[in-house]
């Protein structure tokens, strides 16, 4: 293989990239409006859920505003051409998880990967005589170069959920060396809303950023608690539900392997959940303010009708401001929660007896997978 600017050369002559939307690039801004929209509507299709036109006009905004990022999957058969082909995207934010020795690394949380099939289609048509495609097939080849692209970045864990009946999905992430939790141990699980707690004499803990170096923004932050031979963290990030385009609190556990009895492991969870409440409604995680965006590009020496055409792509139905994106009055209550646990049935069945209920997209529970970049897999 070959690589040329970014791009990796595939046996059979096909030329792949992945790149992070650049809202400066007006190809990027054009090709976002469109993937974004049929990426999560085809999501939602496969999960038998319902596409929202609003929560898509909220996701454009934090693409905009960087509450979350797309990452573009680019392929073209003439290294030379300046127009490649947008095949689809993934949807992810940046978070942190931690090591065995309790170390903080930093990583990505991939919400939607969707390849769309007309693009695919226009790929076939485009194939020159004497070319191929490769043997892997294109989600594996985008899943290696997207954890390449992790590796140069200092990213050493990728995070997401899938339907484990969804073997399209999975087969990429498990050939590239992917871990998904096991039934019975293992779950996403969600709460509509984070719970209080009060009437189990919670205990105070604190909410502790990670140091800037590792993390560029106030979006992350880990509630640390020790007792004995016990250390149990639990690393809350700002995320998004993409079908519904509102923000939301991503939960996952850890700890050393050494774990209180039961009554204070539930005291333990508890009071995190408090402290996490309280953090994200001091930030106001669910209010999602207006940013100034890139305009859509609009042909200047176009027709009214195409000047029309070019608004309705990129706003959708939305000529108004959406109450979402008002300046509260008041503060903000928290945003719903989703908790990813890998095979640790302990911490599974205290979130649960908190609460917590299995995490459902359409009428499919999710399970959470990792990619750990500790070894060299490529």
């Given amino acids: 293989m070959t690589n040329t600017e970014n791009w990796e050369g595939q046996q059979g002559g096909l030329y792949l990239a992945v790149k992070p939307f650049d809202k400066t690039n007006a190809l990027h801004r054009d090709a976002a409006t469109d993937v974004m ?15 929202d036109e609003a929560g898509f006009s909220r996701n454009m905004h934090a693409l905009y505003s960087g509450d979350i990022r797309v990452d573009f999957f680019l392929a073209k058969w003439d290294i030379c051409n300046a127009k ?26 991939t919400e939607d990967v969707c390849l769309l099939t007309d693009k695919l289609r226009q790929l076939i048509q485009a194939k020159p005589t004497g070319k191929e495609f490769p043997e892997e097939s294109l989600l594996e080849c985008f899943e290696r170069i997207s954890l390449k692209n992790m590796r140069a970045n200092g990213e050493v864990y990728k995070f997401g959920e899938i339907d484990l009946d969804n073997t399209r999905a999975m087969r990429p992430q498990l050939n590239n060396g992917g871990v998904f939790g096991k039934a019975g ?29 590792l993390f560029e923004d106030e979006k992350l932050f880990i509630v640390p608690w020790q007792g004995g031979d016990s250390d149990i963290r639990f690393i809350a990030t700002k ?22 009895d039961q009554p204070t492991l539930e005291l333990v969870v508890a009071s995190a959940l408090f402290a996490i409440k309280n953090e994200v409604e001091n ?3 669910s209010h999602q303010p207006l940013h100034m965006a890139a305009s859509p590009s609009v042909p200047i020496c176009g027709d009214v009708l195409q000047g029309y055409s070019a608004l309705h792509n990129a706003c959708g139905t939305e000529i108004i401001l959406p109450a979402s994106y008002r300046q509260p009055t008041f503060a903000t209550p928290a945003p719903e929660a989703h908790v990813f646990i890998i095979n640790d049935r302990p911490m599974l069945e205290t979130f649960q007896a908190l609460g917590a209920a299995p995490r459902l997209f359409g009428n499919k529970p999710m399970m959470p997978g990792v990619n750990v970049l500790t070894q060299k897999l490529f």
């Fill in 239 to 260: 995320g998004r539900s993409t079908a519904a385009g509102r923000p939301r609190v991503d939960i996952r556990p850890w700890h050393n392997g050494v774990l209180p």
């Fill in 185 to 213: 141990d293992s779950a996403v699980l969600e709460f509509g809303a984070i719970p209080s707690l009060f009437d189990r004499g919670l205990i105070d803990l604190p909410a502790v950023h990670p140091q800037k170096n």
């Fill in 283 to 285: 930030q106001s995680w």
């Fill in 37 to 51: 929209r049929r990426t999560v509507q085809s999501v939602a299709q496969t999960h038998s859920a319902a596409f």
């Fill in 84 to 109: 490649p082909i947008y095949l689809g995207a993934a949807t992810n934010w940046p978070t942190v998880g931690i090591d065995q020795q309790g170390n903080i690394r930093r990583g990505v949380y």
